[in-house]
T-cell receptor, first 113, second 110 residues
């Protein structure tokens, strides 16, 4: 089954403790992206990647890192999480052409205390 | 510059009545437009997309949207709402970047 898999689904952590949210897709998509969703703000792009070893900042990259060493994986890294990073995070992927829609994972709900 | 505005943050309808979710966009050239649906505790799922072919686009679950260039609109409609349509809906414009609207929550009462 074609899918984008994020792990974990839920994560509670403390300020400053490094964490990684994994994202994997099995559709051979070139484009992958991370979003955060907050009430009243919709989805905002954190980072995106057009292909292996190519990553770029989105609208809200501060406090986040990503890597794209393999085509299928695009982990999101929070080196020193802070409470304002409490949010619902989504990974998405697509073929990257103008008309190709995004396929989303089921989300990771992160709480930083 | 591109932007997308969903004109209603919340729409309530009765089961069996029509649904209208409004979306206006701004783009300096012909964009691709999408509608996504998000059910509770789920990721976003594509409903339909406009890619400069037919202006009336049919999607899944009986939804459709009409691209009106003169009005810069891409409203989502469904003739008859079902309880399972209750969800959050996002209008998305894609030009040089992907821009999400802030979402419209659709409530369906019996």
């Amino acid at each position: 089954e074609a899918q984008v898999t994020q792990n974990p689904r839920y994560l509670i952590t403390v300020t400053g403790k490094k964490l990684t949210v994994t994202c994997s897709q099995n559709m051979n998509h070139e484009y992958m992206s991370w979003y955060r969703q907050d009430p009243g703000l919709g989805l905002r792009q954190i980072y995106y990647s057009m292909n292996v070893e190519v990553t770029d900042k989105g609208d809200v990259p501060e406090g986040y890192k990503v890597s794209r060493k393999e085509k299928r994986n695009f982990p999101l890294i929070l080196e020193s999480p802070s409470p304002n990073q409490t949010s619902l995070y989504f990974c998405a992927s697509s073929f990257g052409t103008d008309n190709s829609p995004l396929h989303f994972g089921n989300g990771t709900r992160l709480t930083v205390t | 510059a591109q932007s997308v505005t969903q004109l209603d943050s919340h729409v309530s309808v009765s089961e069996g009545t029509p649904v209208l979710l409004r979306c206006n966009y701004s783009s300096s050239y012909s964009p691709s437009l999408f509608w996504y649906v998000q059910h509770p505790n789920k990721g976003l799922q594509l409903l339909l997309k406009y890619t400069s072919a037919a202006t009336l686009v049919k999607g899944i679950n009986g939804f459709e949207a009409e691209f009106k260039k003169s009005e810069t609109s891409f409203h989502l409609t469904k003739p008859s709402a079902h309880m399972s349509d209750a969800a959050e809906y996002f209008c998305v414009v894609k030009g040089t970047a992907l821009i999400f609207g802030k979402g419209t929550t659709l409530s369906v009462s019996s």
